[in-house]
C-alpha cells in the first residue's frame, strides 16, 4: 500500500501530460472575449460615403448580428459569400461595422463581393472596435433583445460555426 | 574623433529605437513616461508576446495612441489599465493578477517546492535513523573471521 505513493508522481505527469496535449489543439489566436453578457458598447457612426450610418441604440428590442469587416482584410473575402445569404437563412438582421478602412474601398469591395449588411457604420479610426474588444477582423457578434452581447466570432465564420453556434443560439434568443 | 562621437550617437539612437512613433509622444515628459511604463504592461493581442510598446502591429499603435488619450483626460494609471481589461480581458495584461482563478498559476510554483521539500525531509528522516539500525556489533563468527583476515593481511 504504501508502495503506491511512488506512482503519486506517474500519475501527476500523465495528468499534466493530457492536459498539455489537449491544449495542443486549441488555437492560441482565438481569445475569449471580456463583453459576453456585458451591454453592447454605445456608438453612433457615420454611413459609407453618404449611406445613413448605424447607431447602437435603433437595435433595442431584437436579436441582431454585427460583422466587422474590411476591404484589406484577406479572410473577410473568404467568409464574405457565407455573409450574402446568412441574414435570410437564420432571419435575422446583420449590421457590418467597416473597420478602419476607407469608405470608397468599402464600396468597391461591396460592389464586387454584393452587400450582405442590413446598414453598415464606417468605424474609421477603429474606436468603436476597441470598445467591442475587436483585436484582427473579421469578427462576429450576437447581439441578445436586451442589447447584450452573447457571442463573439473571431475569424471568417464557416458553414460549421453557423450550424454548430450561430444558429442555435439566434433561434434561442430569438424564442426568449 | 568627431566620427566616433557621431557613430556612437548613432549607435545609441539605434537600441532606443522602439515601436513608438515619435508623432505618438506627448509633450509632457512625466505623462509620456506613464504612458511608456503603462504600454509595457499590456499585452499586444494581434502578436499576444509583445507588449504593446514593443509591437508595430496597426492595434498597438491605436492602443498607445489611446492611453495617451485617457492619461491626457486625468486618468491614472490603474483606471487606464481598468479601461484596457474591460474591452480586452485579463488576458492584455502581461501580468496576471492575484485572483482566485490565477492562485494556481502564481502558487502553484511554491507548493510543488514545499511538497517536494516536505519528501526529501521525510527521506532524510527516515535514512538518518536507518543506519543506526544497520550497525549491530560483531557476531563471533565473524570477529573470529575479521581477526583472521587481518592476520593474513599482515602475514
Known amino acids: 500500500m504504501r508502495r503506491l505513493i511512488y506512482l503519486l508522481p506517474a500519475v501527476a505527469f500523465v495528468a499534466l501530460a493530457a492536459y498539455f496535449f489537449v491544449s495542443l489543439t486549441r488555437d492560441p489566436s482565438v481569445l ?62 446583420l449590421y457590418g461595422i467597416d473597420y478602419k478602412d476607407k ?30 474588444g475587436v483585436y484582427g477582423v473579421p469578427e462576429t457578434y450576437v447581439i441578445d433583445k436586451t442589447g447584450r452581447i452573447r457571442l463573439r466570432h473571431v475569424g471568417p465564420l464557416t458553414p460549421a460555426d453557423v450550424a454548430r453556434e450561430l444558429a442555435p443560439l439566434v433561434k434561442a434568443l430569438q424564442r426568449s | 574623433m568627431r566620427v566616433i562621437i557621431l557613430a ?49 502591429a496597426d492595434l498597438a499603435h491605436d492602443l498607445r495612441v489611446l492611453i495617451r488619450e485617457r492619461l491626457t483626460a486625468g486618468d491614472s494609471d490603474p483606471q487606464v489599465l481598468q479601461f484596457m481589461v474591460r474591452r480586452y480581458g485579463d488576458f492584455i495584461l502581461l501580468r496576471p493578477p ?51 583476515l587481518l592476520a593474513e593481511d599482515q602475514g
Open chain 1, 32 to 93: 475569449p472575449s471580456a463583453m459576453i453578457n456585458q451591454p453592447t458598447p454605445a456608438f453612433a457612426l457615420a454611413g459609407l460615403g453618404d449611406q445613413p450610418g448605424l447607431v447602437r441604440d435603433e437595435f433595442a428590442g431584437q436579436v441582431v448580428l454585427i460583422n466587422f469587416f474590411a476591404s484589406w482584410c484577406i479572410p473577410c473575402r473568404t467568409e464574405h459569400p457565407l455573409l450574402m445569404n446568412l441574414s435570410r437563412e437564420l432571419s435575422v438582421p
Open chain 1, 103 to 132: 469608405p470608397e474601398d468599402a464600396a468597391r469591395f461591396l460592389g464586387e463581393l454584393g452587400d450582405p449588411y442590413r446598414r453598415i457604420g464606417a468605424d474609421r479610426e477603429g474606436r468603436v472596435g476597441i470598445d467591442f
Open chain 2, 8 to 56: 556612437a550617437m548613432l549607435a545609441l539612437a539605434a537600441t532606443a529605437a522602439l515601436a513608438v512613433d515619435p508623432g505618438e509622444r506627448l509633450a509632457d515628459p512625466s505623462l509620456e513616461a506613464r504612458a511608456r511604463t503603462l504600454s509595457g504592461e499590456l499585452r499586444c493581442l494581434v502578436c499576444q508576446n509583445q507588449s504593446i510598446d514593443d509591437s508595430n
Open chain 2, 98 to 148: 492575484v485572483q482566485a482563478d490565477t492562485y494556481v498559476l502564481w502558487f502553484g510554483p511554491f507548493a510543488v517546492l514545499a511538497l517536494g521539500a516536505l519528501g526529501a525531509a521525510l527521506y532524510l528522516r527516515r535514512s538518518g535513523r536507518a543506519p543506526q539500525q544497520a550497525l549491530a556489533p560483531l557476531s563471533a563468527d565473524e570477529q573470529r573471521r575479521l581477526k583472521q
